[in-house]
């Protein structure tokens, strides 16, 4: 029997696992640690599935550099929200992205 086709939530919520995993093997030990058989033994998946997904493992990186940009953008957002004067705001926004650096220095590696 064929399987039914899947809906968009369940579409979005896979590749977000699957970069959930990616991610946590990006961190812990680079690109060199993050293979697609890897990445789907973490998710509890085959490897083939990677590729419903990612059409390669540069698209997953590139999946995974949005994933950087927009939590680094959360930050500094969150941080700019902080204060109405400039200098400070602009102190917290400094101090927002060096954290950012040393709590997550892989994914900061992706955007530079």
Request: glycine share 4%; charged share 25%; net charge negative.
């Amino acid at each position: 029997m064929a399987r039914p086709p899947s809906t968009a939530e369940e579409v979005t919520r896979t590749r977000a696992s699957l970069l959930d995993a990616a991610q946590s093997l990006y961190e812990q030990g680079g690109s060199d640690a993050m293979s697609f058989r890897a990445i789907a033994s973490a998710a509890g998946c085959s490897h083939g599935k990677l590729y419903s997904y990612f059409d390669s493992k540069a698209d997953l990186v590139d999946a995974l550099r949005i994933r950087a940009y927009e939590m680094l953008h959360e930050r500094l957002s969150m941080a700019a929200a902080l204060h109405d004067d400039p200098i400070d705001s602009l102190r917290e926004l400094a101090e927002a992205y060096v954290r950012f650096g040393v709590q997550r220095p892989r994914m900061l590696s992706l955007i530079h």
